[in-house]
């Protein structure tokens, strides 16, 4: 799909609302609270915004936003008796529609005190998911995405999901093309041109990559019980570059996060 400058304006209106939707919850995440209530407040924060969470019922998906701690890949769902503990590692994972856009974004959230090895994994994951971000303009080819994402992370002795991946949106939820987070030569062929919106998501673990699926059918865990951790953006390609449509406007890139 192709985007237009009309659909860049409401693509950067519901990135705007998303990212200011974990600004929003960032004050709320530290230990004590449950992921449940974290969900409600998101979900109260997107609808006072004019906007709909776009998980909730995507497929059978039960709640507004995911939560995924520590070991939790993806697709964490809110829970009335997981309570944030302190050392976690928490990825909240929003999705807004406003005007029929999409805005798909999520950050890192480190409760208390976390260990070295976890704030390395959690900052290493942001600084490859930007480093990608900034390469992007026409004519690059999609595979230098992941193969940016996955040399910086396997530097550090970390190791990049498969199973899942960034993906196209805009105007759908998830649509090609399929933004793998390590190299795979398919991606050689996709080249990035003017007006392509897709995400960047990329999620790294201190251990293996490899993973298996709770029996709710939905969350995603590292097989070794090691920590994995992701950052995202939806960004739409320009005509020189890229524009990130899902920029905090209150500069909360990394943690710690400062208003
Ligand atoms: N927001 C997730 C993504 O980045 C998708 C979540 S689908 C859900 O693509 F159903 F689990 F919400
Ligand atoms: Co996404
Ligand atoms: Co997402």
């Known amino acids: 799909m192709i985007y237009n400058k009309k659909d860049f304006e409401g693509l950067k209106k519901v990135g705007k609302v998303a990212a200011e939707t974990l600004d929003f919850i960032t004050d709320y995440v530290v230990a004590g609270i449950s992921t449940y209530d974290l969900d409600k407040l998101i979900a109260e924060y997107t609808k006072k915004q004019g906007g709909i969470c776009a998980p909730l019922n995507y497929c059978g998906y039960p709640k507004h936003c995911c939560i995924s701690v520590n070991d939790v890949i993806c697709h964490g769902i809110p829970n009335k008796n997981e309570y944030l503990n302190d050392g976690d590692i928490v990825n909240i994972d929003v999705t807004t529609i406003i005007d029929g856009y999409y805005g798909d974004t999520s950050r890192m959230f480190l409760i ?22 900034s390469i992007c303009r ?8 992941g193969k940016t994402i996955q040399t910086m992370c396997e530097a550090k002795g970390f190791s990049v999901v ?24 398919i991606n050689d062929k996709i080249i990035l041109q003017e007006g392509m919106v897709f995400t960047i998501e990329p999620m790294i673990n201190t251990g293996s990559y490899e993973m298996y699926i709770e029996s709710n059918d939905w969350t995603a865990r590292t097989i ?7 950052f995202e953006h939806t960004i739409g ?5 890229v524009e990130v449509f899902t920029k905090s406007p209150n500069n909360m890139t990394k943690p710690p996060y400062k208003k």
Request: a negative charge; hydrophobic letters at 35%.
């Open 112 to 133: 208390g005190n976390v260990s070295d090895k976890a704030k390395e994994l959690v900052d290493i994951t942001y600084d490859s998911m930007m480093k990608a971000i």
């Open 224 to 230: 070794d019980g090691g920590l994995s951790a992701q």
């Open 237 to 241: 390609i320009t005509s020189n570059g």
């Open 138 to 145: 026409p004519g690059l080819p999609l595979s230098e995405i």
């Open 162 to 185: 498969r199973d899942f991946c960034g993906h196209g949106t805009g105007t759908v939820f998830h649509d090609a093309p399929n933004v793998l987070h390590y190299y795979e030569a």
